[in-house]
């Protein structure tokens, strides 16, 4: 199974409960090939839960966003491979070194996998940014173009970022490396972010760049998850 070829859609399976996440991987079936796990369920389901995913051949975007020393950060992406991830996330705040070492334990383990590097949380704004790196600093827009490329040169095979800086990392990255795009809200789901504040309907990230797309609550807490899905695939058709 290769969750970067087909259907654009990953769907977050940002459940707290694993019988609830594995029960909507039931319900969603055939419709959706590729699920997100984050920091939520795998702290509390574990490796097991991953590999339950990957033995029914579905592709898992591990969304864990390592960030230590690269040594660390080595170890931990073979333990992620080990597990049969296709994505996997690394903070492109770690640095070159780091980056580079995440890359390597990719190319060693044979797996094609891919490293992507997160530029800038969508929960964060300029306001936040200056609180974090000080007065006169750099923008949110200038600090993702500049992660993405320290990302890109030192191995990551793509990017994670909001739609708003779809555009510019497409154009400073090329056609093939994958961006993928959280945040994404369908233009007739409810308006609930849960802190993203650079958000974008499934149609708007993908004209401005993004070559995948994450949906969560618009798909998970949908009365009819698989006809949500169906949805927004009319949406971006159309």
């Given at each position: 199974m290769d969750g970067l070829t087909g259907s654009p859609l990953i769907v977050a399976l940002d459940h707290r409960d694993p019988g609830a996440a594995l029960a909507c991987v039931e319900v969603l079936g055939k419709d959706v090939r590729c699920y997100k796990v984050g920091s939520v369920l795998f702290t509390r389901a574990g490796p097991a839960l991953v590999r339950r995913l990957t033995d029914r051949r579905l592709g898992?975007?591990?969304?864990?966003?390592?960030?230590?020393?690269?040594?660390?950060?080595?170890?931990?992406?073979?333990?992620?491979?080990?597990?049969?991830?296709?994505?996997?996330?690394?903070?492109?705040?770690?640095?070159?070194?780091?980056?580079?070492?995440?890359?390597?334990?990719?190319?060693?383990?044979?797996?094609?996998?891919?490293?992507?590097?997160?530029?800038?949380l969508t929960s964060l704004g300029d306001a936040e940014l200056e609180q974090i790196a000080g007065p006169g600093s750099r923008t949110l827009a200038e600090s993702v173009l500049a992660l993405a490329r320290l990302a890109l040169d030192a191995g990551a095979h793509g990017l994670v970022a909001s739609a708003g800086e779809a555009a510019a990392l497409r154009a400073l990255a090329g056609l093939e490396p994958p961006i993928v795009v959280p945040g994404i809200r369908p233009s007739w789901s409810a308006a609930d972010h849960r802190g993203q504040v650079r958000t974008a309907t499934p149609a708007e990230a993908l004209r401005a760049g993004a070559s995948h797309l994450v949906l969560g609550r618009a798909v998970t807490q949908a009365p009819d998850p698989a006809d949500a899905v169906r949805r927004i695939r009319a949406e971006i058709a159309a």
């Open positions: 898992v975007f591990l969304d864990l966003k390592f960030h230590d020393t690269p040594v660390t950060v080595a170890g931990a992406v073979e333990s992620a491979l080990d597990l049969g991830v296709e994505l996997l996330t690394v903070h492109a705040s770690g640095g070159t070194a780091m980056i580079g070492a995440a890359r390597s334990a990719v190319d060693r383990s044979g797996s094609p996998a891919r490293l992507l590097a997160v530029t800038v």
